[in-house]
C-alpha cells in the first residue's frame, strides 16, 4: 500500500464515527420521548465498552489478513479459524501500515455493530445489561466471524475450492450489519415487546417515533460515515485501488437513493402519504446492501439491489410484527439483518470480478458465509444473551417503562420543559 492509499484509507475511516453518530440518532428519534437521553448515554456506552474489550482481546481473534492465526490443515489446504495475537494490540506497528489500519478499522467496525441492537432492544433494555451484552459481542463473537470473513476460511473459499474469490465484503454487510442484525433480533425474541405494543389478540399497534428530524438527519450522517466504511474496507479486505472510491461513492449514493425512494412510492400508494421512518430506514437499508460489493458491482446493479433492498425492508417491517409478534422499535432486524443478508447474495450475483468462471462460481461463497450467518452467529449470540437474561435479567421492571428510562436509570429526563405523555402504557 502507497503512502497516498495509506493517507485515503485513514481519511475513510475518520468519517466512520458519523455513520456511527447517526445510527444512534435514528434509534433516539424511532423511540419515545422519555427514553430519549439513556439511548443516547446508552450508545456512547456500548460505543465505549466495544472498543476497550477489543483493544484487549478482540483484535486477537479478529486478526488480520496474512497476520497470525490458529487453523487446521487438512488435505493439503489450511482452514484458519482464529487469529493469533497478543492481547493489548501488542507488536503492532502502529502507523500507516496495513496492519494498524486494520485494526483501527477493526475498532470502529466493533463499535458499529453494537450499537445496532440499541434500536431493537429501546426503550426496554438495561443500561448494564446493554454494556455486559457489547463485552461478549466485541470479545467473540464479532472478531471469530469477522476473522472468518476477511483472513480466515471463508476468506481461503476461492483458493480451497474455487468459489469466486472467496466471500466477498467489502464494506461488512455480514460482519457488521448482518452480525448487529441478529444481535437485534436475539435481544428481541429474549426481552419481548414494549408495553402497550400488542392487544390481547396479539395485534399490534402504533407506537411512532418522537422525532423524525433526529432520525432523517441520522440518515444524512449515516451516508458519509458509510461512504468511509465501504472506501476503508474495500481497500483492506479486497485490495481495492485508490481510484475505485468514486465507483463506490456512487453505488453507496444510488443504493441509499433508490432504496428509500421505492419505500417512499410504496408507502404512498399503499397509505396515501410517504412514511418517514420507513424512507429513513430505507435509506439504511440502501446502504447496508450495497456495502458487500461496493467496489466491484457496477452503478447499474448498486440501483437494483437498493429498490429491492427497500422493498424488502417495507414488507419486512410489517410481517414481523403481524405474523411474529417481534417488536422492533429501530428496524434493525429488517434493515441490518435482512438488508445485509440480502446485499452478500446479491454481491455474488452482480460482482464484476474480471474472469467470467470466478463470477459464474461466487454466489456460492456468499452463500457459505450466509450460511455461517445463520448457523453460527445467530445462535452463539442468542445464547450468550439467553444465559445472561438469566442470571441478570435484562429488562427493566414495568414501573421503569411507565416512568420512562431517563427518570428511572438517570435520574433526569431529556426533555424536562415538556410533559411525557403514558396513555400508551394504560391499555
Keep these: 500500500m502507497t503512502e497516498a492509499a495509506a493517507i485515503l484509507c485513514l481519511f475513510s475511516i475518520l468519517l466512520i464515527p ?7 440518532l435514528i434509534n433516539t428519534g424511532l423511540g419515545r420521548s422519555r ?44 482452514w484458519e479459524w482464529l487469529g493469533g495475537m497478543p492481547l493489548f494490540m501488542r507488536g503492532l506497528t502502529m502507523g500507516l501500515n496495513p496492519a494498524a489500519l486494520t485494526a483501527l478499522l477493526g475498532l470502529m467496525s466493533v463499535a458499529f455493530t453494537a450499537i445496532i441492537p440499541l434500536g431493537s432492544a429501546a426503550d426496554r433494555w438495561k443500561l448494564g445489561a446493554m454494556c455486559l451484552s457489547t463485552v461478549f459481542l466485541a470479545s467473540w463473537t464479532y472478531p471469530v466471524f469477522a476473522h472468518w470473513a476477511w483472513a480466515g476460511w471463508l476468506d481461503g473459499l476461492g483458493r480451497n ?19 448487529g442484525g441478529l444481535t437485534a433480533l436475539s435481544l428481541t425474541w429474549i426481552l419481548g415487546p414494549r408495553r402497550g405494543k400488542f392487544t390481547q389478540d396479539r395485534m399490534p ?20 460515515g458509510w461512504i468511509g466504511l465501504d472506501n476503508a474496507g474495500a481497500m483492506l479486505y479486497t485490495g481495492a485501488e485508490p481510484g475505485k472510491v468514486v465507483l463506490i461513492v456512487v453505488n453507496t449514493t444510488v443504493g441509499a ?11 404512498r400508494l399503499r397509505f396515501g402519504k410517504p412514511d418517514a421512518s420507513l424512507c429513513a ?27 429491492l433492498a427497500g422493498a424488502l425492508v417495507t414488507y419486512s417491517i410489517e410481517w414481523l410484527e403481524l405474523h411474529l409478534s417481534i417488536d422492533d422499535p429501530g428496524g434493525a432486524i429488517s ?15 452482480f460482482a464484476r470480478l474480471g474472469d467470467a468462471k470466478v463470477e459464474g462460481s461466487q454466489w456460492m461463497a456468499q452463500v457459505a458465509g450466509m450460511a455461517t450467518l445463520l448457523g453460527f452467529v445467530l445462535p452463539v449470540t442468542y445464547g450468550i444473551n439467553w444465559v445472561l437474561n438469566r442470571f441478570r435479567p435484562m429488562r427493566v421492571p414495568p414501573e421503569g417503562e411507565r416512568l420512562g428510562l431517563d427518570l428511572y436509570e438517570l435520574g433526569a429526563g431529556a426533555y424536562p420543559d415538556f410533559l411525557t405523555h403514558n396513555d400508551d402504557l394504560q391499555r
Design 18 to 24: 458519523l455513520a456511527i453518530a447517526g445510527m444512534a
Design 35 to 78: 427514553n430519549a437521553a439513556h439511548m443516547m448515554v446508552g450508545s456512547l456506552c456500548v460505543i465505549g465498552v466495544a472498543a476497550l474489550v477489543f483493544v484487549v482481546v478482540g483484535f486477537s481473534w479478529a486478526g488480520y489478513r496474512g497476520g497470525a492465526g490458529y487453523g487446521l490443515f487438512i488435505q493439503g489446504r489450511t
Design 161 to 179: 475450492f474455487a468459489m469466486g474469490v472467496g466471500f466477498l465484503d467489502a464494506g461488512g454487510a455480514g460482519a457488521i450489519q448482518v452480525t
Design 205 to 224: 399497534l402504533a407506537i411512532p417515533g418522537h422525532n423524525s428530524v433526529f432520525v432523517l438527519f441520522g440518515c444524512l450522517l449515516a451516508w458519509i
Design 257 to 267: 437513493a433508490s432504496s428509500a425512494l421505492v419505500v417512499a412510492a410504496i408507502t
Design 281 to 307: 430506514n430505507g435509506w439504511i437499508a440502501g446502504l447496508v446492501s450495497t456495502s458487500a460489493g461496493c467496489a466491484a458491482i457496477p452503478p447499474a446493479a448498486a440501483m437494483i439491489i437498493g429498490l
Design 335 to 349: 434493515v441490518h439483518a435482512l438488508g445485509g443478508l440480502w446485499g452478500l447474495l446479491a454481491a455474488g450475483w
